[in-house]
């Protein structure tokens, strides 16, 4: 049924609507530089992105089932996630230039603002999990804008939030394939926008930017499916798995409930990852690799490879690892109460891997609790892990 409903809603997105796709088109591809042709993915972690964009799969991880439900299958005991709240900032060098002349006339100052790629993000999630089966609550919010063309100037906005429900379940075959499947309801509000000189000219700061997208935005609700498959010989040493998972079956259409037209359809995602985790005496170590977008043909290779390791020492988790060809590091402190969690990483917003790189900053806390079948206390918030991988 829900199948049924999303088909129907794509086939009855408004004329409006498709009007717009086909002006962004055009601009678009006059103007490779414009951050659209970044690859929007939504509920990364910080972990992961530290790693490469890799996720790492954890026993105790009540949050798997956002990257593949049929990880459920091999979670044990209990697990919550009762808090997850990340905050992203894109170069902060562009970021303090801007806030610092928040006052100023815009259009007295253009030139300080061309070519500068402003990106901020909020994002997070709560979970609940027993063996194969799971619940989540998600959410992301982006903003970001794009100033260029000095002889018309044009502003290039993007302000996104997505959040909803996530409802997981699974299976696992004899031999140890487990699958799973995830169904989702997501709001979405916002998208990307295109201004040009008259409305650049009336904005008198530039939080007021904000309060000009603020009267465009779209808003809409839709319903999706996540189907996964994994292996996880645990017997061996390093625990290795494989994993596939399919994100967004078939695109995940938005019904137009406020504003002009429904937000842009989510793009489906199709991910092949292969990953180790386990400890040697005095230090935990894990590391994989991810291909992801691969039935996305229009997407260079090169964005397509992410790879990554993490070494744990102590109540110390050090991270690196190649986002989209770039390097990324990280680091994550284990405090008992929460965790700590700081990535930084560069991100192609162009075509293809070095054309436009942004590089991007994010720091968050986590709250989480795990039982065991008899619901004793396995571990909290990292606490009596010892050596074991933290998400």
């Not at 414009?34 to 790693?51: D, L």
């Not at 919010?141 to 939030?161: C, D, I, K, M």
């Not at 429900?165 to 140890?176: D, E, K, N, R």
């Amino acid at each position: 049924m829900l199948l049924i409903l999303s088909e129907w809603l794509r086939k009855n997105e408004s004329t409006s609507f498709q009007i717009l796709k086909c002006f962004l088109t055009l601009i678009f591809s006059f103007y490779l530089k414009v951050f659209a042709t970044e690859i929007y993915e939504p509920f990364q972690s910080i972990r992961q992105m530290g790693m490469g964009g890799v996720y790492i799969f954890n026993e105790e991880d009540a949050g798997s089932m956002i990257q593949n439900p049929a990880l459920l299958c091999e979670t044990k005991g209990f697990n919550a996630t009762f808090l997850n709240v990340q905050l992203g900032v894109g170069d902060l060098k562009d970021y303090l230039d801007m806030t610092n002349s928040g006052t100023s006339q815009l259009s007295d100052n253009l030139t300080d603002y061309y070519g500068k790629n402003i990106w901020l993000n909020t994002n997070g999630f709560i979970a609940l999990s027993l063996p194969c089966f799971g619940l989540a609550g998600v959410y992301n919010g982006t903003a970001s804008f794009y100033l260029h063309n000095p002889a018309y100037p044009e502003l290039v906005t993007f302000y996104q939030t997505d959040y909803g429900a996530v409802i997981g379940g699974g299976f696992q075959l004899p031999g140890g394939l487990s699958l799973g499947m995830n169904v989702k309801r997501v709001t979405r509000k916002g998208g990307p926008l295109i201004y040009g000189a008259p409305q650049i000219a009336n904005l008198a700061q530039t939080s007021d930017i904000s309060s000009l997208v603020s009267t465009d935005q779209n808003e809409g609700v839709g319903y999706g499916f996540d189907f996964g498959a994994s292996t996880r010989w645990s017997f061996l040493p390093f625990n290795p798995t494989l994993s596939l998972a399919w994100r967004d079956v078939g695109s995940m259409a938005f019904s137009k409930t406020k504003g002009a037209a429904a937000p842009e359809r989510q793009k489906d995602n199709l991910v092949l990852g292969a990953t180790i985790d386990g400890s040697i005496p005095f230090f935990g170590l894990s590391g994989g690799i991810e291909l992801r977008h691969l039935l996305d043909s229009q997407e260079q290779i090169g964005k397509k490879i992410h790879m990554g390791a993490e070494v744990h020492f102590l109540m110390f988790d050090i991270r690196t690892g190649l986002y989209q060809g770039y390097p990324t590091y990280g680091l994550g402190m284990n405090f008992w109460l929460f965790n700590l969690d700081i990535s930084s990483y560069t991100i192609e917003t162009g075509a293809y891997p070095g054309q436009n790189p942004q590089q991007r900053v994010q720091i968050g806390l986590k709250t989480e609790i795990s039982l065991d079948p008899n619901f004793n206390l396995v571990d909290f918030n990292g606490h009596n892990r010892k050596l074991k991988q933290r998400r």
